[in-house]
């Protein structure tokens, strides 16, 4: 048996694959798009990640530190160490600075500040691509690759110069931005104290002894045996304090911090989507009217509306599938191109691939509708 | 002789109420298998609504329509599935050839047999005979856009004979054509008409083919005058 698909395909082949070329571009995008997303949304986990922390104690009632800012007295860290079931401590400060290269180019970073005397790793050792770890308490600076600065190099910041000891790769804060690694006392300097005249200026009204030995969060490793769920419901009940589990952290970043731009992704992708079933269906719809003359004879003479709809589906189907090829092959190339991180995974890529294929069905419905009503005695007219 | 198709009091009115026209009003005639019958008249006179009624195609307004022994209308369809006689029982040949262009010569001849589920071998077989017979058997592997209008003509003529039909239904298949590749179309025609005992109806205008024709139906005010073509007029 003929297969009519096939045999009209390659009749019009280079037009046939010039069009599933072009909508394999716009599938392209919708995969960058889904790309955009997983690479935010892995990103946006991969400071908890690296710290791997059970517990993040944080001021009460906040969603800190990442969705709200959240301040805790550093003394915290030794209240908690001292509880049941708490293993190690670690507190720390995040704060978004903007830090000047040799070119003189603003570079805006997530500064991370932590202890480099405590146990807790903050950074993790296979991250580090040269140089080391913070060791003194002032002064030194860990920068992540993409930030560009290199190490060895000197980075004034505030009033003081620092220097690069260590150069990690790709660490990103929740909302993309490289990460830097300073000393927990250099970052509450740079954080929490105040200029000259603003200090005067308190002063003269009275306010008197500014604290700052504040910090954003604490993170804390239970011991062995002990549920990171029991220790955190401890910490609320008798500090005053919020503590949240490494999943709880989770679920509040994918929540509230990069749910809107997720929603916003998810909607340019829905649109994309329909778009590319519309023009499927458009292409379809033409490619059928081309035919409209053939397919009048064809039923006039005999052969079943089943035949000539199966080549009418068949078409379709396959020009979703060439189309998603291309649109793979697009994605691929082009993604690295990206200034934020693009993750193509298959499994999205698997779902699409089943959306288009749905997409092209009910596109090929417009030109089946056409073959439906083809009046065969039209055919002949005249 | 056994006959092809007989039409009884057939009627077909177009539009309704102040909009009817009435365009056959009654037609009756018989064509035998093995008959070449020439169908002739104005444009406009309801040729092709004839041949579409008889093909299946048109539902008449009344009257009746034998293919064979088969009564297929008697006031209305007396079958639901039309396309399925047209597809084993007529043959179809038009003033335009109509191929499927993505398809060559010997896929397009090939389509309705493999429709009706026939060995795919005798098909083959048939197929490339009838295109020989046509003069066709270079051009089996040819694209319909290769070809001239005549050859285009001829494979046409083969595809409406692939499915062996009891009846051919012929609208102007000459018109296109000038009046030499006219004639052998008709003398084509009336060769298979008396080769394979096929009942044909051929709408004409030409006057110069009706010596080919056995017999010649006029439409006359929407009924039908018959006459035989004297022998001695046959070429
Ligand atoms: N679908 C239709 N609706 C209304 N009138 C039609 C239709 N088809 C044909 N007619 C009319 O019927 C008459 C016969 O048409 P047709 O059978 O095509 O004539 P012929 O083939 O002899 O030239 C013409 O007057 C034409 O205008
Ligand atoms: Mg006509």
Redesign the interface.
Known sequence: ??N?AY??I???LSKFLVTAMGVGMLLGIVLIMIGVYRGMADDARMLLRDINADLWVVQQQTLGPFAESSRLHQDTQDILRALDGVDKTAALTLQNIQLYNRQQQAVRVMAVGFDPAGDFQIIPAQRILAGRSLRAQHFEMVVTDKTGFQLGEQIALGRDTYHVVGVVQGSVSSSGDPLVYISLKDAQNVQFSYSNPRIRNDRARGLLGQNTQLVNTVVAKVRPGYSAQEVAEQIETWKHLTAYTHEQQATILSRNVIERSSKQIGLFTAILVLVSGIIIGLIIYTMTLEKI??IS????????SR?VVKMIMQETLLLGAIAFVFGNIFAHLIYAQFPKRVVLMWNDSLLLFAIILTASFLASLVGVYKVMKAD??S??G? | MSTGIRIENLQKTYGQGDNAVEVIKGACFEVQRGELAALIAPSGAGK?TLL?MI?C??EPSGGEIWLGDTQVYADRWTTKDA??????K???I??AH?L????NVL?NV???P??NKEPEALIRKRATQLLDYLGLGEKLYA?PSDLSGGQNQRVAIA??LATEPQIILA?EPTAALDIERAHSVAKLLRQIAKEQQVAIIMVTHDERLLPYCDKILKINEGKIDTSQVESDQVI
Request: proline share 5%; charged share 25%; aromatic share 8%.
């Open positions: 048996m003929i009519l045999k009209d390659r009749h019009t003359k053939e004879i064809m039923k006039l003479i005999g052969i079943p035949m065969p005695a055919a002949i005249g | 092709s579409m093909g195609v048109l396309r399925t006689i047209r597809r084993e007529i043959g179809f038009f003033q109509y499927i262009p993505f398809l896929e090939s389509l309705l493999q429709t694209m595809r409406a609208d």
